[in-house]
């Protein structure tokens, strides 16, 4: 791009409109039924006939495209990668694996906890909400139908320990598309994420360990489970073994290393752990890396949960991913974002009041009907140069965007999300909503960290998980930074 070139400029009105643009285009294509990649691709669209009506060169408007694009290569990537490990993880035997001994554990006398411990797992093991839920979720709920207790209870748990895995899981779009949109390295995003999830998973486990103490006595009906455990045990060689590729992974992420190495190894282990304890031939697994595992154990809801994964199935969260990275481009470049953020610094002067504004867009973003890939996509590209600004790490705002966005879809009757859970668990979101502690508490957390500055890290902190760390007030040397940039 050609520094000596003149572009036009941007007034508040302009950069509003451009930004209202796009973004109304998006929520009513996404209202109207349609998919999020034909809105994205429509939004960029309509702001790129709106620069040109503004006077910016077609050179410029290009040439801001593809630096868009430019950054979110290596999330691309990271997301290619994970298609292909659960896909290895599956056919390895790991995921079976976590899911049967996950299932084994369950104890009438700690029914509810050890549930949302299970979905935990679940979702964590695959990255998914709506496949934990509609299959270890559809277990636990014929459990607590036999036994009597509470389905609305039951449902929430179900829900809240679903989507844990959903925020965590390094396999999880959400969590992909959350740091890609936020241009926040994966792992720094999980790390962050654990200033609000562990407290209230705690929170989760003290209350759903009360509520469900008065069922402790109750003889359970363990069909549902013996059905699940018998078709993982006959489809798959399961042992404690399995879990190595998991926990190698898991290991190499704590100890910081890139994502893309993490995941590599990851991948090349999985695949000697399927040709060595599961008699998959190397054709095989390299099939299932790029086009995903298909189950046929004869269990429906084991084949359900362990269909997925490989490359071609991780297109859609790809392609959503670079239509938000090219949209970011193009507001950057034609200075919409700057302008725009410009006004908002003004009214917007601490670590609490950005992040008050970022949980209220993504609440009404999906209040609104935008849909939870609008809501991982929008924010993080208009907000990312506030939070440089204001010297906060671009992960607070990754997280901020997850803990709002991922989860306020599960207790909107009108979401397809919550409409899928309701209608998986058969019990409506007006009856789980009280129950759902995960998804009612996380954007409360969110608000009250930012205002006491728990979990805030500056811009060039080096993200580590420390319990009781609280951001220290440091206004001079904020101010110094301001002027610096400007």
Avoid at 21 to 46: E, H, K, M, R, Y
Avoid at 445 to 473: L, N, Q, S
Wanted: aromatic letters at 10%.
């Amino acid at each position: 791009m050609e520094k000596s070139e003149k572009v036009p400029e941007m007034t508040f009105g302009k950069a509003l409109t451009g930004f209202l643009l796009p973004l109304s285009i998006v929520t009513v294509v996404v209202l109207t039924g349609n998919d999020i990649g034909i809105a994205l691709l429509l939004a960029l669209f309509s702001l790129f006939i709106y620069g040109i009506i503004l006077g910016f060169k077609w050179n410029f408007l290009q040439e801001a495209l593809v630096e868009g694009g430019k950054l979110v290569l290596v999330a691309v990537v990271i997301m290619l990668m994970v298609g292909v490990i659960i896909a290895v993880w599956i056919s390895s035997g790991t995921v079976p694996s976590l899911l049967y001994y996950g299932i084994k554990l369950i104890s009438p006398a700690l029914f509810l906890p050890l549930a949302f411990v299970l979905c935990v797992l679940t979702s964590m093991a695959t990255g998914t909400s709506w496949g934990t839920a509609g299959t270890m979720g559809v277990a636990i709920m014929g459990v607590a139908y036999g036994v009597g207790m509470p389905l609305p209870l039951a449902a929430g748990c179900v829900v809240s320990g679903a989507h844990v895995g959903d925020k965590l899981s390094p396999m999880s779009d959400t969590t992909l598309l959350a740091s890609a949109s936020t241009r926040t390295n994966l792992f720094d995003h999980i790390v962050s994420m654990l200033y609000t999830t562990v407290p209230i998973s705690m929170i989760c486990l003290v209350v759903y360990g009360i509520l469900g103490y008065q069922y402790s006595r109750t003889s359970f009906d363990l069909a549902q489970i013996e059905i699940i455990t018998s078709g993982l045990d006959g489809a798959f060689k399961i042992s404690i073994f399995m879990l190595i590729p998991a926990l190698l992974v898991i290991a190499l992420a704590v100890c910081k290393l890139p994502a893309l190495g993490v995941f590599g190894i990851g991948v090349v282990v999985s695949i000697v752990w399927a040709v060595i304890f599961q008699g998959r031939s190397l054709p095989q697994v390299f099939d299932v890396a790029i086009n995903g595992f298909v189950s046929n154990t004869g269990v429906e809801t084991v084949d359900s949960l362990l269909s997925r994964g490989g490359i071609v199935n991780m297109m859609t969260t790809v392609y959503i991913a670079l239509f938000s990275g090219i949209l970011s481009g193009l507001l950057s470049h034609m200075k919409i974002l700057s302008t725009l953020m410009a006004r908002i610094r003004r009214m917007v002067h601490s670590s609490g009041g950005i992040i008050a504004t970022v949980t209220a867009t993504c609440a009404l973003l999906m209040l609104g009907g935008g849909g939870l890939y609008t809501t991982m996509t929008l924010p993080g590209v208009a907000f990312r140069e506030t939070f440089d600004e204001l010297d906060i790490h671009s992960s607070v705002l990754s997280r901020t965007m997850e803990d709002t966005g991922t989860l306020i879809g599960s207790i909107i009757p009108w979401d397809v999300s919550a409409i899928f859970l309701a209608t998986a668990l058969g019990v409506p979101t007006i009856q789980y909503l009280p129950y759902a502690l995960l998804p009612l508490l996380s954007p409360l957390f969110a608000i009250v960290g930012g205002y006491t500055g728990y979990g805030i890290f500056h811009r060039d902190d080096r993200i580590k998980y420390k319990p009781f760390y609280f951001r220290k007030k440091d206004p001079v040397s904020a101010a110094i930074k301001m002027e610096d940039k400007g």
